[in-house]
Every structure is written in C-alpha cells, then in structure tokens.
Nanobody
Framework: QVHLVESGGGLVQPGGSLRLSCAAS????????MGWYRQAPGKQRELVAT???????NYADSVKGRFTISRDNAENTVYLQMNSLKSEDTAVYYC?????????????????WGKGTLVTVSS
C-alpha cells in the first residue's frame, strides 16, 4: 500500500513561518500532482496549493505571495513553506497525491490523503 505522512505543524505567532513536509511511501512507480489542502474548524476543506510532477504550481488567492509549494521527486516528498502567517491560516493541513504504484506486478493509480497536521497561528 501507499501512505502519505505529514509533519511540521505546530503553534506559531502571527507573522511567523512554518514548513510542512509530506512524504509518500510504498511501492511507488511515479507521482503526478501533489498538493496541500486545509480545513479550518467549522469550514469545508479547501485547496491551498498544488504542484505537478514537472513543477508547475497553483495557489489559492488567500496564500499567494506568502506560501510556496515545492517537491523532491527523488524523495517522493512535497513541502509547503508558509510565511507571514495569519490567524486565518489556522487549520488542519492535509497532503494529497495522485500516486501510481506497483502491486503483484500490476500498476495502479490512486488518489490518497494524509492524516493531516495541525497549524495554529496565535499570539
């Protein structure tokens, strides 16, 4: 099976920075799009940023200029550098990936989610 594991969340003051990481593991053949989503209390999950396998990025308007998504294809890892954090960035951040993997000599494609990491922006 394939798994995504996020790390890097925590408590930070407004204006501060955090870097989230998400590593994919398993019999991975390749990974297409990877991304970060977030869900604040009482709200629906929303897109934060995505990155294709070739490095093309897409951001929510609310984070443009403050957050940067990147990936290391050799390590099957995606990062989210978050700067100038605001209280409204407080949420559980989830990693998402379109993964192609091998099982019993068969190729499969799956969209998977990590379990999430909590980011709290508060003074």
């Amino acid at each position: 099976q394939v798994h995504l594991v996020e790390s890097g969340g925590g408590l930070v003051q407004p204006g501060g920075s955090l870097r989230l990481s998400c590593a994919a593991s398993g019999n991975i053949f390749s990974i297409n799009d990877m991304g970060w989503y977030r869900q604040a209390p009482g709200k629906q999950r929303e897109l934060v940023a995505t990155v294709t396998s070739s490095g093309d990025t897409n951001y929510a308007d609310s984070v443009k200029g403050r957050f940067t998504i990147s990936r290391d294809n050799a390590e099957n890892t995606v990062y989210l550098q978050m700067n100038s954090l605001k209280s409204e960035d407080t949420a559980v951040y989830y990693c998402n990936a379109d993964v192609n993997y091998i099982n019993s000599d068969q190729f499969y494609g799956i969209n998977i989610w990590g379990k999430g990491t909590l980011v709290t922006v508060s003074s």
